[in-house]
């Protein structure tokens, strides 16, 4: 038998027939799946597999004051839609106001659903971030959202595939979103189009599950349509006891074992990142390729798009970004809102205050209950951050936390493209640790001379 990536063994495990490949689990939320289920009821179909389906609302959602009515109309009637739509289909729901509710990306692993050999999908771009356990996820359009809903499978043709290895140690500051954005720059936005990633290499096996969730969120920045981390024994650690994973563990751990990258097994791409090269990152414009070290200056624009960046930015080439002021301070999103993220972060914030306004919104009302059982939140609070419930907040601007016009954000979310954050907001992505630290001084700065 032929050798095979860990890729192509899921692939041939789902595969139903030509182009066509078994969902094992459909992630829905409310802004992508209301004109899927409209099509279900024109064409008088049911959800095929309910129970391979679950669904929560997180894109429109407030933040804040959730105990009140949800002021905005269209917000209002997404969650409405949602709440109807999974009652009148039967399909499980974390409801809006219930502790089960989150971001779908943060809640698929809280709950132990995301599983090593799975094939995920959602109607969202950063399904890729499930792949972090092994299993081959990807986001997909509205259409396509009804012919999961009504088939559990989708058309899908296989894609050539590129192994990313980082290698060597990290140096002190570093995180995964500093080797994640590297990777982008490296690559650039279109790099990986058409691709299938694996990420191997030490670093990558160094790394907890919140860091590998975090390198395959953005994967798609990068153009891919899929990142994987081949399942290992930290991904088993940290689903074991999880409350949907087979009772069966060990059964259920020795038939993940399978999904591993056969040793000669070949990839259309091979790319190397140089992890002992890597400092602290920070984009300077408007799409996440375009980043830097934060020791760097602005590079000089190479094409029109980079003059367009700059000049939306504020910034010139040759510049500095340490102490450029910041209006306010995003911490959160399906990159950087779980456990590990808020504890980096209040890491930095411990027994000081911010300068600037600062949100701290968790992943999941999951990872805010295990933030105030380790007095995280306290940090925060005391810090003079507002501690907010879980959403997407203000990675996406579809709810109330989003910029005003001209206001610059230190933001640990996924994309800085132009008005993401709110019309003419201008977006630095960066890691938790150096959004707290743009939080403490009121301007861009490198966490590290924090540090001590």
């Not at 279109?190 to 395959?216: K, N, Q, W």
């Not at 002021?325 to 950087?336: E, H, K, L, M, Q």
């Not at 936390?401 to 640990?412: F, H, K, N, V, Y």
Request: aromatic fraction near 6%.
């Amino acid at each position: 038998m032929a050798a095979r990536t860990a890729i192509g063994k899921i692939w041939d495990d789902h595969l139903v027939a030509d182009d066509l490949i078994f969902c094992d689990l459909h992630l829905v939320q409310e802004v992508s799946s209301p004109q899927a289920f409209d099509e279900l009821r024109l064409a008088k179909l049911g959800v095929r597999r309910p129970d391979r389906t679950i669904a929560t609302a997180d894109h429109s959602v407030p933040t804040a004051n959730r105990g009140l009515p949800i002021v905005d109309d269209m917000a209002r009637l997404q969650v409405e839609m949602l709440e109807r739509n999974c009652a009148d289909f039967q399909i499980p729901m974390r409801p809006y106001r219930s502790q089960g509710q989150g971001i779908v990306h943060v809640i698929g692993p809280d709950l132990g659903l995301t599983q090593p050999g799975m094939t995920i999908m959602c109607g969202d771009s950063h399904t890729s971030t499930h792949g972090a356990f092994g299993a081959l996820a990807f986001g997909i359009g509205t259409s396509e959202v009804g012919h999961v809903l009504a088939t559990q499978t989708l058309v899908q043709s296989e894609q050539p595939t590129m192994r990313v290895s980082f290698n060597g140690p990290r140096g002190f500051g570093v995180t995964a979103k500093d080797m994640v954005l590297t990777m982008i720059r490296q690559l650039g936005t279109a790099g990986g189009t058409g691709h299938f990633i694996e990420y191997a290499g030490d670093a990558i096996r160094d790394l907890s599950m919140e860091g590998r969730m975090t390198v395959c969120n953005m994967t798609v920045e990068a153009g891919a349509r899929a990142g994987l981390v081949a399942a290992d024994d930290t991904t088993f650690a940290y689903l074991e006891g999880r409350e949907c994973v087979p009772a069966d563990f060990e059964t259920a751990v020795d038939g993940w074992r399978r999904y591993v990258t056969d040793a000669d097994a070949s990839f259309d791409r091979e790319v190397t990142v140089d992890v002992a090269a890597i400092s602290p990152a920070i984009t300077w414009g408007t799409n996440p390729g375009q980043s830097i070290q934060i020791g760097d200056t602005v590079p000089d624009a190479k094409d029109d798009g980079d003059v367009r960046a700059l000049a939306y930015m504020g910034l010139t080439a040759g510049q500095s970004l340490v102490g450029v002021p910041v209006d306010r301070v995003f911490i959160g999103s399906c990159t950087n809102g779980r456990i590990e993220d808020l504890e980096a972060a209040a890491e930095v914030l411990r027994d000081r205050t911010v300068a600037v306004r600062t949100l701290v919104v968790p992943g999941s009302m999951a990872v805010k209950a295990a933030a105030e059982a380790r007095g995280l939140a306290d940090v925060f609070i005391a810090a003079g951050a507002e501690w907010r419930d879980a959403g997407c907040s203000m990675c996406v601007g579809m709810n109330e936390d989003i910029l005003e016009p001209g206001e610059r954000c230190a933001s640990t979310s996924n994309r800085n493209f132009e008005g993401r954050q709110g019309r003419l907001g201008r977006t630095h992505l960066v890691s938790p640790a150096m959004a707290a630290a743009a939080a403490v001084t009121g301007c861009l700065t490198d966490v590290r001379e924090l540090a001590g």
